[in-house]
């Protein structure tokens, strides 16, 4: 990897204007100038049976600064541990933050695997881009993270199922409460070891649709993953399980348009009035979240193409109409965590909507075609099944 030069000539040239300013080029992230500083001391490992999501972490992280005027620093490998930063940082007081999720994973040979790392790159730049911070090199930054993965391999659980869950992150940094951009920025990924989101198997869940509040709205910021669009959830979340709901379905208009299902994308799987059976999920309008398991079983389904596949909008009425007219086959929510999230009830209005599950056993937790996506995605996150998705570290 080279580093940009500067490209100002040393001298000035005839035709130059006379008041001609050089233009310092900044540097992007360059894994050729990756640091290392390890810890002193290595963490006790958790037996894989006592890992909880997201709560604990490994032993170093990645970091790397952005200065306006000097670009990206070189990027560091340093013990896992608290940021320094003044209270005044613009993180602190108007949400400049933007986060990505991903899975490191350990194939049958003892390799370490990502899936899809670019989609999740360019997400993150999408991200930042809305919040006025700073663009970076996507593959680099995958390189870096590579090499964190190198480092943390240890951390990387071998069982099926488990993985390591790297969370990208990253803040505005200046010192300064004039709301404008932050002329200065830090990117960073932590890890943690995360076990099967349905250790024993799925678990159906009940959704809660809100007809009050809304996740994300028309000209909003619903398609960034912003870290100020998930603290005003909590307090639905917490309504939604007062009704006995694992997770919101959010809703948006007055005609009760379908959005996402808590931090996941929706899917619904259905014959349609027409009489075609459809996999059908909210097309990417600007307040929907770009999932990358979303994307990934949409391309799975046409690879198929066993049925139709549609992205549109979807209104509730919809959905009542299917359930009467028992059109509706299987309801489920996407995303990486989990990534399929069989759906059995929808609160509605004070109604349910009842939703099969598996047709062929009645103690079964998730349909048939739910079932196909998640182990169809995850052979290929393992590497069981061959594809251009799973990349080696
Ligand atoms: C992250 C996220 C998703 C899922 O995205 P994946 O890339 O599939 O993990 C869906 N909806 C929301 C609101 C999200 O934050």
Same mark, same amino acid.
């Given at each position: ?166 969370? +990208?992150?990253?803040? *505005? $940094? ?5 709301? /404008?951009? &932050?002329?200065?920025? !830090?990117?960073? %990924? ?91 999920? +909210?097309?990417?309008? *600007? $307040? ?5 398991? /979303?994307? &990934?079983?949409?391309? !799975?389904?046409? %690879? ?90």
């Amino acid at each position: 990897m080279t580093i940009t030069k500067p490209n100002y000539r040393a001298v000035a040239q005839p035709q130059d204007e006379p008041d001609y300013q050089p233009e310092l080029e900044t540097h992007d992230i360059s894994v050729a100038r990756l640091t290392k500083t390890l810890a002193p001391t290595l963490k006790k490992l958790q037996r894989n049976e006592e890992l909880v999501f997201g709560e604990s972490f490994t032993d170093h992280m990645l970091a790397v600064e952005w200065h306006k005027g000097q670009g990206w620093l070189a990027p560091e490998i340093r013990p896992h541990g608290p940021l320094m930063l003044d209270p005044s940082a613009v993180v602190f007081h108007y949400a400049f933050e933007c986060f990505e999720g991903l899975k490191a994973y350990k194939d049958k040979e003892g390799r370490i695997r990502l899936f899809r790392p670019d989609m999740n790159m360019k997400r993150m730049n999408n991200s930042a881009q809305r919040i006025a911070l700073p663009h970076f090199d996507g593959e680099q930054y995958i390189e870096c993270i590579k090499e964190l993965l190198r480092q943390e391999q240890r951390w990387i659980p071998s069982e099926y199922g488990y993985s390591l869950y790297l969370r +990208p992150t990253m803040i *505005g $940094t200046e010192e300064a409460l004039g709301v /404008r951009a &932050s002329k200065s920025a !830090l990117l960073y %990924t932590i890890c943690s070891p995360v076990g099967p989101y349905y250790a024993t198997g799925f678990k159906a869940i009940s959704l809660y649709a809100n007809v009050r509040e809304v996740r994300a709205w028309p000209g909003g910021v619903g398609n960034a993953k912003l870290g100020a669009n998930y603290a005003p959830t909590i307090v639905p979340a917490e309504q939604a399980a007062q009704h006995g709901c694992q997770q919101v379905l959010w809703l948006i208009g007055e005609q009760h348009e379908l959005m996402e299902v808590g931090t996941m994308n929706l899917f619904i799987f259905w014959t349609n009035r027409e009489g075609q059976r459809e996999l059908v999920t +909210p097309v990417l309008d *600007g $307040t929907i979240l770009p999932g990358v398991t /979303r994307d &990934s079983i949409l391309s !799975l389904a046409r %690879t198929w193409g066993e049925f139709e596949v549609s992205e549109r909008k979807l209104y509730m009425n919809e959905l009542v109409e299917a359930e009467r007219d028992g059109r509706l086959h299987e309801v489920f929510g996407s995303g990486t965590a989990a990534i399929v999230s069989p759906v059995k009830r929808i609160s509605y209005l004070g109604q349910d909507i009842h939703i099969p599950l598996d047709p062929a056993n009645p103690e079964g937790q998730a349909g048939p075609l739910t079932q196909r996506f998640n182990d169809t995605l995850m052979g290929i996150q393992y590497g069981d099944i061959p594809h251009e998705w799973s990349v080696v570290v």
